[in-house]
């Protein structure tokens, strides 16, 4: 099996459709059933079964793909190795990020990466999904987790203080939460995934016990623009939401957790000059909002 085939094989595996792995692969999706046709011929067994729902992997199939994962890791591993001995100013550069840290500080970074190195291009990916940095879905990561992968270089490039903000406008209608009320009488905003993964979920240490949730949002950006609309409470980091012309509650409480930025990159990519820039230019924009 060539690394060609490897690769449809991998897609069909990974998105069990035909139209799935020939939308990853930038193909149709006769090319696809071609190809695994034609690759089940050349090796005269039956890796998929075919079912209304789609392709489900065989006994065969399943050995197989332990063999053609690693044939992906090496594969990998020799692109990334050889961009990393990449010195051109010239390319694309992917970076993922959430939507709120790319309104925020990506955009002015490319903006300002343009002007000095108008050949470096940035793909931008902003989603709550994480790329793979192992699997080269992304050159460069900026996330609030830090990840444990040992083959991946990680930076902590901010630190802010989780406050809670409303707008003015909220205020005027709703008057200010007491503290201890456990916001009885106050509209609340939420992060979703954080209302999900907390049963007594609270915000800068404040229960939730009596408040009203009216929008559960499924991004940060999304949870700023709902209190920055005046439709509830809620909690995000102090740097935004001053940036924002937001409305401090109970600044001497914070979370107790408090909201981390990392930069992280792949060890064999970290000298590559074009992503050098970039990520001089992510770190550059974040050091500025600490000042």
């Not at 050159?139 to 902590?156: E, G, K, T």
Request: net charge positive.
């Amino acid at each position: 099996m060539n690394w060609d085939d490897a690769r449809v094989f991998l897609a069909v595996c990974r998105e069990s459709t035909s139209r799935g792995a020939a939308r990853v692969l930038g193909v149709d999706q006769a090319t696809v059933g071609r190809r695994i046709n034609a690759l089940e011929k050349s090796l005269g067994a039956t890796l998929f079964l075919r079912t209304p729902e789609g392709y489900a992997l065989t006994a065969v199939g399943e050995a197989a793909l332990l063999s053609v994962e690693k044939m992906e890791h090496s594969a990998l591993d020799l692109q990334r190795q050889i961009q990393g001995l990449d010195d051109r100013l010239t390319g694309t550069v992917r970076v993922s990020t959430t939507d709120s840290l790319a309104v925020d500080f990506l955009i002015p970074a490319i903006a300002r990466l343009h002007q000095q190195h108008p050949d470096v291009r940035v793909q931008l990916d902003a989603s709550t999904q994480f790329l793979s940095l192992a699997k080269r879905e992304t050159d460069i990561a900026v996330r609030n987790i830090r990840p444990d992968n040992p083959d991946l270089i990680a930076r902590r490039i901010a630190r802010w203080p989780v406050g809670l903000f409303a707008a003015q406008s909220y205020i005027d209608r709703h008057g200010m939460p007491a503290p201890g009320s456990l916001f009885e009488g106050h509209d609340l905003v939420v992060y979703q995934p954080y209302l999900q993964s907390q049963k007594d979920m609270a915000l800068v240490s404040e229960p939730l016990g009596r408040g009203r949730i009216v929008a559960a949002l499924s991004s940060s950006l999304l949870v700023r623009r709902s209190i920055a609309a005046g439709i509830g409470l809620g909690e995000i980091p102090v740097c935004t939401g001053l940036r924002d012309g937001l409305v401090r509650l109970w600044p001497q409480r914070t979370r107790p957790l408090p909201y981390d930025v990392w930069l992280v990159t792949h060890a064999d990519l970290r000298h590559t000059a074009r992503v050098r820039v970039v990520i001089d230019e992510i770190v550059a924009g974040f050091a500025a909002a600490m000042v």
